[in-house]
């Protein structure tokens, strides 16, 4: 008898500066939990969210993780099998961590499991994109396929989804900071110009590739040299208050890079060492408090894991 199963799928950061729509990795700590039961009536039913003060839908189809979950469900011919699920969201949301693709991969690698299908993690990216696509209205797996996979992600080709796990420096730490000001990521997709200049491209095309060699030599200093941004971060700045600021900070404080969390507002420093990653946490927290501005700081290690089951 099949009783019922917990999943988790954590945070993630999209763009990592330098690769927008492109590259993401996972974090610890903050994600969604979602539960699943045999129900009693035929078909998926979403029996309660909580953990935010936002309505989410409770309607499957318009529900991140409901809709990733048909699809699979679907797709597995099972659309009838009676499941229940409760969301437990234990992340903010709309924050740029990656909320609606944590709510979806958990979905999705909820019923995958409690259908016992012979489909792996890497075969769930496509229903988990198709769920988060009806929060923001776009395709792109850059917070889907860290949540789901773990570690850091680059994504050759979104439309076919050929993506491919980079090394995780083990050192490497996350500083992630969440103000709580309201950014949708609809507008801020919106905001951007969609010209490059050449020049432009071309010091960014370096910036990426030079990452990528970065995180296969396992070197901070190429990784310090990398993570620059020149064509979306300068767009989207306007959007955080004090950005510049907490760039500021995190640059003085021997961080790798600091950058744009996806959409924002979230931000987030890239360090050598655990010790950097609080040190520039405590002080952009204590910056953002002395301007009235709430917010969460989070210190994370890569998440190489992805979803699990508990
Ligand atoms: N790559 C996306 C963006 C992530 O920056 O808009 C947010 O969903």
């Not at 903050?30 to 309505?55: A, M, N, W």
């Not at 609809?186 to 010209?195: E, P, Q, T, V, W």
């Not at 901070?220 to 941004?229: H, K, Q, Y």
């Not at 900070?249 to 600091?258: C, K, T, V």
Request: glycine fraction near 8%; charged fraction near 20%.
């Amino acid at each position: 008898m099949n009783s019922g199963l917990k999943v988790f799928a954590p945070a993630s950061v999209a763009n990592m500066a330098v690769g927008y729509d492109i590259l993401g990795f996972a974090i610890d700590g903050p994600g969604d939990e979602i539960i699943v039961r045999p129900g009693k009536s035929p078909g998926l039913v979403i029996k309660q969210i909580t953990g935010t003060k936002k309505k989410l839908p409770l309607e499957v189809e318009k529900n991140t993780a409901g809709f990733a979950a048909l699809k699979l469900m679907k797709h597995l011919g099972e659309e009838t099998m009676p499941i229940e699920m409760e969301i437990h969201k234990k992340m903010p949301f709309g924050s740029g961590l990656g909320s609606s693709a944590a709510s979806a991969v958990a979905g999705v690698f909820a019923v995958n499991e409690f259908l016992k299908s012979s489909l792996g993690k890497r075969d769930l990216v496509k229903f988990a994109v198709q769920g988060e696509q009806i929060a923001d209205g776009a395709w792109h797996a850059d917070n889907v396929a860290p949540s789901l996979l773990g570690g850091i992600i680059l994504i050759r080709d979104n439309e076919s989804l050929d993506l491919v796990k980079l090394p995780a420096p083990d050192g490497l730490f996350a500083c992630v900071v969440y103000p709580h000001i309201s950014v949708l990521t609809k507008d801020s997709r919106a905001m951007l110009s969609d010209k490059v200049d050449l020049k432009q491209h071309i010091a960014q095309s370096g910036n990426l590739a030079y990452l990528v060699a970065a995180l296969y030599r396992l070197d901070f200093d190429m990784i310090r040299r990398s993570l620059t941004d020149l064509i979306i971060e300068p767009q989207r700045a306007t959007l955080i208050p004090h950005f510049y600021d907490m760039k500021d900070i995190a640059l003085s404080n021997n961080a790798l890079g600091f950058s744009i969390s996806g959409a924002g507002p979230s931000v987030f420093a890239l360090c050598e060492n655990s010790l950097i990653a609080e040190t520039v946490g405590e002080k952009i927290k204590a910056l953002l408090q002395s301007k009235s501005i709430e917010n969460d700081v989070f210190i994370s290690k890569i998440n190489t894991t992805g979803a699990f089951k508990f």
